[in-house]
């Protein structure tokens, strides 16, 4: 993810509402997607009104979730996330990802072969109508290319910053030690969430980042705005679960999540 300067997000007062009362059960993992549509889920594309999906970009087929750029001309900077309802604060999320087909014409190089999962995050319709990406904390997926070494599982921080090894990470993109991976194999990803005190992300079963105390980047326009919406706390302890159209088709699948203590 590029980071993006986010100054109008900061308008509405929806951004880090308490969490409505959830259904889910601790201790058990539950699907978060259904395997046969978007149930649950709403879509918030850059230029566009929450809720619009243009030209199907996220939609539903043989059980997976499918990123799709059929339907586009060139990419014209239509970053967009799909938000599932709820929001949460301790919890494991597991799923498995992969990369497949081309980029879409007019990408950023960047976004090659890039997606994510954004954890701790604002509402979509907190986001301003032209904001690229939601403050929140984001879980990078990539998949490598033929040549050179493009781990996965790195941390980016779009209007957020985190804590690791009791140092303040002002970097927007940190390297995991995850491993690259250059096919249209399944990536099995886990990540465990426990509030504001210790993040993990779990690759193909190994754990290839910690960190900490997610919290709102002082540096943003709008910061002060950002911390009054969040009740005064430069903290996050909670937060929406999104996941990425950056570009490059790709496919999720067997999204679940376990509600912990």
């Given at each position: 993810m590029k980071k993006s300067i986010i100054a109008?997000?900061?308008?509405?007062?929806?951004?880090?509402?308490?969490?409505?009362a959830s259904n889910k059960q601790t201790g058990e993992w539950q699907q978060l997607f259904n395997g046969k549509d978007l149930t649950g889920w709403t879509v918030k594309?850059?230029?566009?009104?929450?809720?619009?999906?243009?030209?199907n970009t996220f939609r539903v087929e043989d059980g997976m979730l499918k990123v799709r750029y059929d339907a586009y001309d060139t990419f014209n900077d239509?970053?967009?996330?799909?938000?599932?309802?709820?929001?949460?604060?301790?919890?494991?999320?597991?799923?498995e990802y992969r990369m497949v087909g081309?980029?879409?014409?007019?990408?950023?190089?960047?976004?090659?072969?890039?997606?994510?999962?954004?954890?701790?995050?604002?509402?979509?319709?907190?986001?301003?109508?032209?904001?690229?990406?939601p403050v929140s904390i984001e879980v990078q997926l990539l998949g490598g290319d033929a040549v050179g070494e493009r781990p996965t599982g790195n941390v980016c921080t779009p209007g957020t910053n985190i804590v690791m090894n009791n140092e303040l990470i002002l970097e927007h993109c940190t390297p995991s030690s995850g491993k690259t991976y250059r096919g249209d194999e399944w990536v099995k990803v886990e990540i465990e969430v426990r509030g504001n005190t210790i993040i993990k992300h779990i690759i193909n079963g190994d754990t290839v980042m910690v960190y900490s105390r997610p919290q709102?980047?002082?540096?943003?326009?709008?910061?002060?705005?950002?911390?009054?919406?969040?009740?005064?706390?430069?903290?996050?302890?909670?937060?929406?679960?999104?996941?990425?159209?950056?570009?490059?088709?790709?496919?999720?699948?067997?999204?679940?999540?376990m509600v912990l203590k």
């Open positions: 109008a997000v900061v308008l509405s007062q929806l951004m880090f509402l308490p969490a409505r594309m850059k230029g566009y009104d929450v809720g619009e999906n243009f030209g239509r970053f967009a996330h799909l938000f599932y309802k709820d929001k949460f604060s301790h919890y494991r999320i597991r799923f081309e980029q879409c014409p007019g990408a950023p190089g960047w976004a090659y072969k890039n997606t994510g999962i954004l954890i701790h995050g604002q509402t979509p319709e907190s986001m301003d109508k032209d904001q690229d990406f709102l980047d002082k540096r943003e326009p709008g910061f002060e705005k950002l911390l009054a919406l969040n009740g005064g706390q430069v903290m996050l302890n909670e937060g929406t679960i999104c996941l990425q159209s950056e570009s490059h088709p790709c496919d999720f699948r067997n999204i679940e999540i």
